[in-house]
């Protein structure tokens, strides 16, 4: 096989694979595309002038899980929106610099209330006036540190507008549909749904279909309906994406 490493028109460079005679797939085309198109986007960002970001996105993605982990026990959440987000971006053909801050927004979403996790004990969602003022605030807050940073906008977006909800019943400005960012409403989904299959805040984890149809079930009114289904498009196998019964799915905590 001959494969040409291209990203956004240019030939970054051929590579020859041999497959070993033992390999069963009669037609391994589609798996090395998905192979080495990644292969051909890190190889586009070697020789972009920004060439240390990737280096600091990680540092930044081994920090949050970090503190996840001291918070809440596991980083399962964000290290399953990172993934999930990465692959919804390359599906609708988000360009590295703005997936990469995207994925920026998911490490930093909640950086406003970073510093009061001892606040919300884990699975314990009766809060007092003060810890829920606390919570709503925390997207200002961490606004607020930002200041006299240059920091994308897409990020910002996130920080800013990832609790804001598609029918304008969310916060901290309650806009609604369109209005709100997509990268915002793109991170809503990705964190419901890594809550759902982790089991974040003490529920019990949820089968993929399970939640696909939960997800669903909030299309419209949480979430954008169109934008939930090319994430479970991007994010399930072809099998996870059927449709089952959701009046049999159990009735989850909302999502504050």
Partial sequence: ?????????????????????????????????????????????????????????????????????????????TSTMVKQVGRLARVMAFPPDQERDLVY????????????????????????????????AHPAAGLALRKDLNVPQTILDVVKCHHERFDGKGFPQGIEGHAIPLVARVVAIAEHYA?????????????????????????????????????????LPGGARRRTDSSALPELEPVI
């Fill in 1 to 77: 096989w001959i494969i040409a490493l291209k990203w956004e028109n240019d030939l970054l460079g051929n590579v020859l694979i041999e497959l070993d005679p033992g390999f069963v797939d009669p037609d391994p085309t589609e798996l090395l595309e998905e192979l080495f198109i990644e292969t051909s986007r890190l190889l586009s960002r070697y020789h972009d002038s920004h060439d240390n970001a990737d280096v600091n996105l990680e540092l930044v993605r081994i920090l949050v899980c970090q503190h996840e982990k001291m918070s809440q026990g596991t980083d399962a959440l």
């Fill in 105 to 136: 927004g998911c490490l930093l979403r909640d950086v406003g209330i970073f510093d009061k996790t001892e606040e919300f004990p884990r699975g314990d969602r009766t809060w007092s006036n003060e810890q829920r003022q606390m919570w709503l």
């Fill in 195 to 235: 809550e759902m299959v982790t089991g974040a805040d003490g529920q019990s984890p949820l089968s993929p279909v399970a939640a696909a149809e939960l997800l669903r079930r909030s299309a419209g009114s949480r979430f954008d309906p169109d934008l939930v289904e090319l994430f479970l498009k991007a994010v």
